[in-house]
């Protein structure tokens, strides 16, 4: 299924200040809509909802979420009905987000259920409920996250690379990306992940889903949290595009760059270091209205 649509990506070579190689993996050109790391966490569970005769796609999500987005273009494309349940109940009586309306307008039935309610997103009961309500669905979790997912991300990782890289840098939301990359690196390779949020239950949840060791996830680069920015990330994001016109969002792509180039100035990386980085894509967030209001204060 999704093999056919996937379009060519390009290793992208970037010049630093420093001496070490740095190649970025141009994961968000693999598709306009299903982009950077959801192609690949969403491909083998569509493949199982398809196989298993499965007519619905249930998934959840915040109202900025990647995943809702590109899982409600799947659907649409591969003739699924789908359903968001969308933190925020407050939401409902709200407009849309571009994010939850392009969801809508691929067909995605959007949920609104309060904080409380989707804190049992992965509650087995509700999942069970979910599933009479809405005959013949498959379930996949928030992110996108499960052994279907962590299977895909495998493929983000060639044969080749495994001896052409040293370091490979992700940016880490559930954990399933790196998870992926980690399962498919070799124990000489070292796997470092960028959270988007603040504190190490992440390791806890990676550690969970991996028995091998040649990784790490630092949260020193999450500005405050989900979806937090600083003056300084913004800054930094404006500059990298404009220098080296690549693209990058304030959630994810942004702070794990804005984290590699702090590393580099602090000698992080070992003299000659080949380092491949994964843009995971997520540029349909880039036009939140939070940070257009960002921006344009800048220059007011
Ligand atoms: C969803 C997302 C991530 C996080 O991936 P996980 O597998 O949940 O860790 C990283 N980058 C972008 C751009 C994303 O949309």
Known sequence: M???IAQDIIDQRIIVDAPIQLTIRRLDQIHPQISGNKFYKLKYNFLAAQQQGKTTIITFGGAYSNHIAATAYAAHLFGFQSIGIIR??????????????????????????????????DDAGYLTTLTTQYSNSYIIPEGGTNHLAIQGCREILSKDDLNHYDVICCA????????GLIESSTSLQQILGFSALKGDFLSADVAHMTQKTNWKILDDYCCGGY???????????????????????????GKMLFGIFDLITQNYFRKNSRILVIHSGGLQGKSSPFIIAKRHSKTE
């Not at 939850?100 to 049992?120: E, P, W």
């Not at 880490?172 to 998870?179: A, Q, S």
């Not at 979806?227 to 913004?234: D, H």
């Open 88 to 121: 925020g109940e407050e939401l409902a009586s709200q407009p849309l987000n571009p994010t939850l309306a392009t969801a809508q307008q691929f067909g995605m039935q959007l949920n609104f259920i309060s904080r409380k309610q989707y804190r049992l997103k």
């Open 227 to 253: 979806a937090k920015t600083t003056p300084e990330l913004l800054q930094f994001i404006e500059n990298f595009e404009k220098k080296y016109q690549i693209s990058l969002e304030h959630i994810y792509t």
């Open 2 to 4: 999704f093999s056919h």
């Open 172 to 179: 880490v939301g559930t954990g399933g990306t790196i998870t």
